[in-house]
Nanobody, 121 residues
Framework: QVQLVESGGDSVQAGGSLRLSCAVSGLSDGAYCMAWFRQAPGKEREGVAAIDSDGSTNYADSVKGRFTISRDSAENTLYLRMNSLKPEDTGMYYC???????????????WGQGTQVTVSS
């Protein structure tokens, strides 16, 4: 059974930093694309960052230069380092696996339950 478990969400002031983690179990060999999505209240889920099995990355324009996605294949863990956080980064952040770097939510087969990030001004 595949499980994705996010952690690291918190409430921070604008300009602060957070690191999200996603522990993956039930998927072997790391030959799949993983991504972070977020969803703010009343808005659609949007792709934030993706990392493919070869290490190539893709970022939403709104987070380029501030967020960094990485993965530790040995630990089966996905990370999202978020710097210079803004109030508009507030939302539930979801880890997803087995999709494509284009970050289309419908393409991803596995999802975590989410971790809340709140950024206050």
């Amino acid at each position: 059974q595949v499980q994705l478990v996010e952690s690291g969400g918190d409430s921070v002031q604008a300009g602060g930093s957070l690191r999200l983690s996603c522990a993956v179990s039930g998927l072997s060999d790391g030959a799949y694309c993983m991504a972070w999505f977020r969803q703010a209240p009343g808005k659609e889920r949007e792709g934030v960052a993706a990392i493919d099995s070869d290490g190539s990355t893709n970022y939403a324009d709104s987070v380029k230069g501030r967020f960094t996605i990485s993965r530790d294949s040995a630990e089966n863990t996905l990370y999202l380092r978020m710097n210079s956080l803004k109030p508009e980064d507030t939302g539930m952040y979801y880890c997803a696996a087995d999709g494509t770097p284009k970050m289309v939510a419908a393409d991803f087969g596995y999802w975590g339950q989410g971790t809340q990030v709140t950024v206050s001004s």
